[in-house]
Nanobody
C-alpha cells in the first residue's frame, strides 16, 4: 500500500513564498514521474510542474521562472518552491506520483490529499 502525505501551503500575501512537500511511504519498486497539480474553484485541475526520474523538469507557462520542483529519490520526497506568488496561484495543490510497485508491473498514479494555497492581493 502506497501512502502520500502533503505538507506546506497556507495563506501568503502577493509576492511572498511558500514551499510544498510530498512524501511517499509503503512498499514499491520505484517512483517515476513526480508532479504537482492545482485546482482553483470552478476550474479544471491543471498541471503545474513535473519532474521525470532523471530529474528533467517541466513547468506550466504561468509558473515558469517562479516555481521550482525538486525531488529526493533516496527519501521518496518531492517539493515545490513557490516564489513571487500571485493571487491567481490560489488553488488546492495536489502531489501526484507515478509509481511502479514492482519492477515488472505497470505504473500507477497516486494522489496526495491536497493542500490549500491562498494568495491575498
Amino acid at each position: 500500500q502506497v501512502q502520500l502525505v502533503e505538507s506546506g501551503g497556507g495563506l501568503v500575501q502577493a509576492g511572498g513564498s511558500l514551499r510544498l512537500s510530498c512524501a511517499a511511504s509503503g512498499n514499491f519498486f520505484r517512483i517515476d514521474t513526480m508532479a504537482w497539480y492545482r485546482q482553483a474553484p470552478g476550474k479544471q485541475r491543471e498541471l503545474v510542474a513535473s519532474m521525470s526520474v532523471g530529474s528533467s523538469a517541466n513547468y506550466a507557462d504561468s509558473v515558469a521562472g517562479r516555481f521550482t520542483i525538486s525531488r529526493d529519490n533516496a527519501r521518496n520526497r518531492m517539493s515545490l518552491q513557490m516564489n513571487s506568488l500571485k493571487p491567481e496561484d490560489t488553488a488546492l495543490y495536489y502531489c501526484n506520483l507515478r509509481i511502479r510497485t514492482v519492477s515488472w508491473g505497470p505504473r500507477n498514479d497516486y494522489w496526495g490529499q491536497g493542500t490549500q494555497v491562498t494568495v491575498s492581493s
